[in-house]
């Protein structure tokens, strides 16, 4: 099963550090999905739910209560809220 590395994180504190095999974030033009390999980009995030899918296929939501900004590069996912 093909995963990547996933950092969620607020300022001091980080929310969720490991592998994923999906990640659904609140984006500015409505909710995408982060799958393993995704090309690179930079998006901006709005206040909503973020769900997580681990390697264990087990799901863990996150309120994201401002708006954050999420990178997607060389396999590594960072999502600052």
């Keep these: 099963?093909?995963?990547?590395?996933l950092t969620?994180?607020?300022?001091?504190?980080?929310l969720y550090s490991?592998?994923?095999?999906s990640a659904r974030l609140p984006g500015?033009?409505?909710e995408f999905t982060i799958l393993p390999n995704h090309e690179p980009f930079v998006s901006q995030?709005?206040?909503g739910t973020i769900r997580v899918?681990?390697?264990r296929n087990s799901?863990?939501?996150?309120?994201?209560?401002?708006?954050?900004v999420v990178e997607v590069s060389n396999g590594q996912v960072t999502v600052l809220l």
């Design 1 to 5: 099963m093909k995963t990547f590395q």
């Design 8 to 14: 969620i994180a607020r300022v001091g504190k980080t």
């Design 18 to 21: 490991g592998s994923a095999i």
């Design 28 to 30: 500015a033009d409505g």
């Design 45 to 47: 995030l709005v206040v």
């Design 53 to 55: 899918k681990d390697e």
């Design 59 to 68: 799901e863990q939501t996150f309120e994201s209560e401002k708006k954050g």
